[in-house]
């Protein structure tokens, strides 16, 4: 089985070895009531206490830290922190994060930490305790007023555009570094390009990441993987377009055709007039790509299992996305990080990615950029009946095709080189193109 360390340089004499844990020391609890949260329904399935707030306790947080720090061979170790909404913990409890750090922090390492938010308690002190202990900010930003505002709700059911924006001019004003994160769903689908400008040119968005909405209707209570193969609907098929009649997905998420709709308007905006001043994740990502480099998103590379999950009670699972009880690996209060982080529960879940991939996407001309996507996507069949096809795929595939051309063009304009797509240095060599007339 290839080991899902990474092989990389060494580090201190010895090899690399490095993980992610996405931590989540409140677990699903949270200020708002957003539609589409995949994770406020762990409140049921995790069986919390009903009524009380959950929280990672002194103890188990100070042995994740240590673990995680000691479980790592690596001059930088990042720690990201999520929720539910992880600033209702307040700044202290982040404090004690940050002193746990220095105890544990080895020489000659450097720690950075991710905070996860939805921006409304976000305060003058809180950027300050920020941007003092230099933490990346990821702020959940859906675009425009009236598109942000459809989903992104408070428990009353109104809008929390306002109180986002006043959290956009607190990040400015204090200097905190941040990334917006933006849901592309039924509405911001069909609206790419007041999305990105807004993105680019209200909220100044140092970072641009987009995540493609897909929820089954089983999703609260049936792991991925774990639906039944019976029901797997075939690419095509009407009842996978969201908000149709006896669709198997919610109505709020984005359709196959309508992601790569998206991609494509945002792509043909950001290549005309911002490479270079505007970072989309998705597009730098694909850039590594199209070069012959890893794929730095875990979505579009070959394997899963690099980023664990922790709940407030201790519980490690196998990806942020399988909190379910079939993929918990362990408790941190039972078992050292790093024996779960590199089991073999854990590096199977991460080879199957690529082992179960459909001929179609073995065969796929942009497989070394996408590899099926993530599977817990992966909920329909090919046109010849073959199962584990990626709910996105035709989406993927347009975009994949319509953007070859000007990827190989940006990195040639950059005197990068062009290892894969329909214009590869190896194809305009082979048509003689290369290298005399290589822009
Ligand atoms: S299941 Fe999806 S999100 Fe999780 S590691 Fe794999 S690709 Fe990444
Ligand atoms: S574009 Fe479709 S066929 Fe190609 S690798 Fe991605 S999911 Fe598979």
Redesign the pocket.
Known sequence: MTSIIQAGPQFNGQASKRMHVMAKPIGAACNLDCDYCYYLSKEDLLEYKKGCTPQLNDENLEKFIRDYIQGQNTPEITFSWQGGEATMLGIPYFEKIVEFQKKYQPEGVVISNDLQTNGTLLNDNWCLFLKQNNFLVGLSIDGPELLHNTYRTNKAGRGTFKQVMKAVDLLHKHEVKFATLTCVNNLTSRNPLEVYRFLRDVVKSPQMQFIPIVEMKTFRETAPNTWDISERLTQGDKRLIPGQKDSVVEPFCVSDHAWGNFLIEVFNEWICNDVGTVFVQYFEALLEAWMGHRNPL??L?EM????LAMEPNGDVYT????VYPEYKIGNIAETDLQDMAFSPKQQQFGTA?SKSLPKQCRECDYKFACFGE???NRFTRTQDGEDGLNYLCAGWNKFYRHADAGFAFTLRRLGLPVAHGKHSDKVLAGKQILPEHRA
């Open positions: 875990c979505t590379g899963c299992g690099k980023g990806c942020d996305h399988y990615k993530c599977p817990k």
